[in-house]
Each structure stands twice: as structure tokens, then as C-alpha cells.
């Protein structure tokens, strides 16, 4: 559990679902005063307005007027707008908790309040894509689980079968050197990688 509570990742996602969020026996060393500082990594949202180009016919003193009505105008993309969003987000969760089961339905119906929020947990919560060394791993476990003899095995007795699998394959695989891409062994000593479990 300490080691969570490290991954600011998994953090700032427990941060975003409200079922967990601002309660503090879940973070305890942690703040989330220190979680909201790292949710801003996570917000991709540019502001268009700083990047409009000026045209040289343009009169000067329409640009001068132009500068100093957009100084007057409050942008709604400034980066204290994650902040004003975190505030709100806090406000709404401490006094009333939604009642949604899922993070995801609550983020579809909370997308107008919270807009740069929502954004940020479609990125959280979105699966990464995997490896085809876990897409191995599962397809092993699925072929186990399936088996007539094995389809009560525990959680943890699978955990060990394949993380002893894993092991023994790694044991088992000629040394590469990744600079050269050449074995340290010749062909004739490489031994089967198949693991039968």
C-alpha cells in the first residue's frame, strides 16, 4: 500500500473518482493539497487566444485598442482556471457525494461543471494499451482457469504459477546484448522457452 501511495498517477486518479476523493484516511502521509499541485501535469488544455496571429495591415492603434479590451476581458482559459475547477470539484464532493457507482458516469454527467476535470479523467481512468507480454500472461491464466481440474484454483495460487512461469522463462533465455543485439550464447546451447504449466 505505501508503494501507492507514491504513484502520483494513481493518486491524482483517486483524486478524480469521487467515491474516494478529499477523503483523507485514504492518502494518509499524502495531502491532497499535494495531489491537486500534480493534477495540472495532466491538463493538455491550450489556450487558442495567446496564439492569434496579428496581420501587418492591421491599423496600430486597432491593435492597441484590441490589446487593451482582451487586457480587460477575464480569459476563461487562464491556468488559474484548473484551480478555480480543483475548488469547485472539492466544494461539490465535501458537501454533497454523488451517488454514481461508476467514475466514468459521473464524469459524463459532471462534464459541463467540470470541463478541464472531465478531460483529465478521461485520461485517468482510460485503460493504456498493453504489451503482448500481458496479453500472453492473461490468454495463460484464461487457458489455466479454464481447465476442468484448475477452474477453482485462488487468485493468489494463479498469481504464483505465473509469476513462477515468468521467472523460469526469464532463467531460461539466452543473455542478449541489447548495444549489439548478438547472444552471449551460440544456437546449439539456447534451450525451449515454452512453459507448460
Given amino acids: 500500500m505505501d508503494a501507492c501511495l507514491m504513484n502520483e498517477r494513481l493518486l491524482c486518479t483517486m483524486l478524480l473518482d469521487h467515491r474516494y476523493a478529499y477523503v483523507d484516511k485514504w492518502i494518509f502521509p499524502v495531502t491532497w493539497t499535494e495531489v491537486e499541485s500534480w493534477i495540472s501535469f495532466?491538463?493538455?488544455?491550450?489556450?487558442?487566444?495567446?496564439?492569434?496571429?496579428?496581420s501587418t495591415s492591421v491599423d496600430l492603434a486597432e491593435d492597441i485598442d484590441d490589446f487593451l479590451e482582451s487586457?480587460?476581458?477575464?480569459?476563461?482559459?487562464?491556468p488559474e482556471d484548473i484551480k478555480s475547477e480543483l475548488i469547485r470539484y472539492r466544494a461539490f464532493i465535501t458537501t454533497s457525494r454523488p451517488s454514481y457507482n461508476d467514475p466514468l458516469d459521473f464524469w459524463r454527467g459532471n462534464k459541463i461543471h467540470f470541463e478541464r476535470l472531465s478531460i483529465i479523467a478521461k485520461e485517468l481512468f482510460s485503460i493504456p494499451a498493453s504489451a503482448s507480454v500481458c496479453e500472453r500472461c492473461f490468454s495463460r491464466c484464461s487457458d489455466l482457469i479454464n481447465q476442468k481440474k484448475r477452474n477453482r484454483i485462488k487468485p493468489e495460487t494463479l498469481n504464483s504459477?505465473?509469476?513462477?512461469?515468468?521467472l523460469a522463462k526469464l532463467e531460461r533465455a539466452p543473455d542478449v546484448n541489447i548495444l549489439d543485439g548478438s547472444d552471449d550464447t551460440d544456437d546449439s546451447s539456447s534451450s525451449d522457452t515454452t512453459i507448460h504449466i
Fill in 161 to 166: 504459477i505465473l509469476t513462477v512461469a515468468e
Fill in 71 to 78: 487586457s480587460l476581458i477575464a480569459d476563461p482559459n487562464t
Fill in 42 to 54: 495532466y491538463d493538455k488544455k491550450t489556450d487558442s487566444s495567446n496564439c492569434s496571429s496579428t
